[in-house]
């Protein structure tokens, strides 16, 4: 595990991009503009000699004709060209090199070993880090640095994601861009011949940029050094992992897809459990992950105050917490009085206010069904409108369960009439027919005849 030069990949002050490219659609000339509309500062530097000239910058022939030594170098040329770019980016001084080529796992005939052996031995002498082979790339938003071929950027933000799988690179940019999400370091990890997730999470782990952690796992080569990284990355901040190939053949899947075969998954959900992450088993998650993380704030503590629109959802809520581990805060009697002046719509015991005129009627019925969540045998609903009375149907439905009455009358504050106070009043033997009963009425005559502006209260009138 080491983070040797990483930071010349994160945080270049300038990028060559070999291969660079007018074609349409090719990797050359999608990576170039990206980096030019990317918002990149420093210097961009195309190599190819083919071209004088891309997208208003001056092309190299090759490295050697570079000149200065790019911190970063983006290498999108045909496999057998690779080891030899990496020797010669490693003698003009580049630490750190993406390579989005894909297919060196073709044995070299002359020397016996696979194009990917032999990049690595190009780059060893020089401690020149590779991230790849076969990735989409990198996106630093913060740097403007678009150093891939994604079809799409991403808005600057404090979640770091870092995925094995391209495809699900591009799904997450999309996705997270349409909802204003933003990322500190987009990283697509491809076969991760050098740099893997242990370097990836040591780093992540003290970048200040980085609030939380994002992994879409499918192997991990070196378990030891995964393991002390992702120890140390848990226990600073968030960090939620994505594992594919969780049956059998969706390992044969993985294996295919990277390369390296997927342990059994027991073990991998046993570790991400020891090393204190949290596993998520679906994109859904992951996606809800991203947006929980993106919007909150790092808690203090283990005490958790829950707002809720029910009753039911509310209880659901306090069991998951408890048997999670956590605790349920108390709210002092100044904050309640400040949530009652300010929300005009606060639960406390068995009372429930809502403002009429910032929520919808649907809002009205669920604070009323959540008031009636605790009645017994008797509610009442008070309502205040600008009309002196309402129609009101002795029936609701073909089904009369409680006996309900109406009752309006005028409403004073300071010596002078603001409205009209409704009352519903609903009776029964059975507690679930109240509530019922009352939310027909409720639909039948306030959705119907309207409500202009007020508060409304729900409460236990047997209490």
């Given at each position: 595990m080491t983070v040797r030069n990483l930071k010349s990949?994160?945080?270049?002050?300038?990028?060559?991009?070999?291969?660079?490219?007018?074609?349409?659609?090719?990797?050359?000339?999608?990576?170039?503009?990206?980096?030019?509309t990317g918002g990149f500062t420093g210097p961009i530097l195309p190599v190819n000699p083919k071209y004088t000239t891309l997208g208003g910058l001056d092309v190299f022939a090759s490295v050697a004709a570079l000149p200065l030594a790019p911190d970063l170098a983006v290498i999108c040329t045909p496999p057998a060209t690779v080891p030899q770019l990496i020797r010669e980016l490693g003698e003009r001084g580049t630490r750190a090199v993406i390579v989005l080529s894909a297919g060196l796992d073709v044995v070299d005939e002359a020397s016996g070993q696979t194009l990917k052996q032999l990049m690595l031995n190009a780059a060893k002498p020089y401690l020149l880090?590779?991230?790849?082979?076969?990735?989409?790339?990198?996106l630093v938003p913060a740097l403007g640095l678009n150093a891939s071929f994604a079809h799409t950027g991403a808005l600057p933000g404090n979640i770091a994601f870092v995925s094995q799988s391209g495809a699900l690179v591009t799904g997450v940019l999309d996705w997270a861009k349409s909802r204003g999400i933003g990322f500190s370091r987009f990283v697509s990890l491809g076969e991760s011949t050098d740099i893997d997730f242990g370097d990836l999470l040591d780093y992540l782990a003290s970048d200040f940029r980085t609030h939380a952690i994002l992994l879409y796992i499918e192997d991990i080569r070196f378990a030891r050094k995964f393991m002390s990284a992702a120890r140390a990355a848990a226990r600073s901040k968030p960090v939620i992992v994505l594992k594919a190939g969780r049956v059998p053949e969706g390992a044969k899947a993985a294996a295919s897809h990277t390369g390296a075969l997927a342990g059994a998954d027991d073990v991998y959900d046993a570790a991400i459990r020891r090393a204190g992450m949290l596993r998520v088993y679906s994109t859904d998650d992951l996606f809800n992950a991203v947006e929980t993380l993106a919007h909150a704030r790092s808690m203090s503590g283990d005490r958790l105050a829950i707002m809720t629109n029910g009753g039911g959802p509310g209880v659901m809520?306090?069991?998951?917490?408890?048997?999670?581990?956590?605790k349920l805060a108390a709210l002092s009697a100044q904050t309640i009085a400040q949530l009652n002046q300010k929300l005009h719509c606060f639960q406390h015991r068995n009372c429930s206010r809502i403002s009429a005129s910032r929520y919808s009627h649907h809002s009205y019925r669920n604070v009323m069904l959540a008031g009636w969540r605790y009645s017994r045998t008797s509610t009442s609903f008070v309502f205040r409108s600008g009309r002196a009375e309402l129609s009101y149907p002795r029936r609701c439905g073909a089904r009369l369960y409680a006996d309900c009455s109406v009752s309006s009358q005028p409403s004073v504050a300071d010596g002078s009439a603001t409205g009209t106070d409704h009352r519903i009043h609903a009776r029964s033997r059975h507690r679930d027919r109240v509530g019922a009963q009352c939310a027909g009425v409720w639909q039948k005559f306030i959705v119907g005849g309207g409500i202009e502006s007020g508060v409304g209260s729900v409460w236990d009138s047997d209490r």
């Open positions: 990949l994160f945080e270049p002050q300038s990028v060559a991009i070999i291969g660079a490219s007018q074609r349409p659609h090719s990797v050359g000339a999608i990576t170039l503009s990206n980096m030019i880090r590779i991230l790849g082979p076969n990735c989409i790339g990198l809520a306090t069991d998951a917490l408890i048997e999670a581990g956590g």
